[in-house]
């Protein structure tokens, strides 16, 4: 539940920063350093990236229109990191999708 609100909040954030123009490529580091978390915070940092990860296409939209062409590019980045960054985690943490014992 957290996860998935901090990831709406972010994901509208990005989609700001792209119609403005102000979206920079070294925020892509920021989406490595929540994958790294999410090892720690598996669910809560997946629901996270969950949110990113459906922003940002509309986000790159709104930065190849309105903003510029390295707004757009920055949100397709972020967007793929945050896809292959739920992979990965799902991957190494596949016992943190179960919900408690059997």
């Given amino acids: 539940m957290i996860g998935s ?3 709406l909040i972010v994901g509208v954030g990005i ?4 119609f403005s123009g102000e979206l920079q ?3 892509l580091g920021a989406v490595v350093i929540a994958v790294l978390i999410g090892f720690l915070f598996p669910v809560t940092i997946g629901t996270f990236l969950t ?5 940002s296409p509309v986000a ?5 229109v309105f903003g510029n062409v390295s707004s757009g590019l920055a949100a ?6 945050a896809f292959g960054g739920q992979f990965i ?3 190494v943490r596949r016992d943190s999708s179960e919900l408690g014992p059997y």
């Fill in 5 to 7: 609100i901090i990831g």
């Fill in 15 to 18: 989609c700001v920063q792209a």
């Fill in 51 to 55: 949110g990113v990860a459906i922003a």
């Fill in 25 to 27: 490529v070294w925020s």
């Fill in 76 to 81: 397709l980045g972020i967007g793929i990191l």
């Fill in 60 to 64: 790159a939209i709104l930065g190849f």
């Fill in 89 to 91: 985690i799902g991957l």
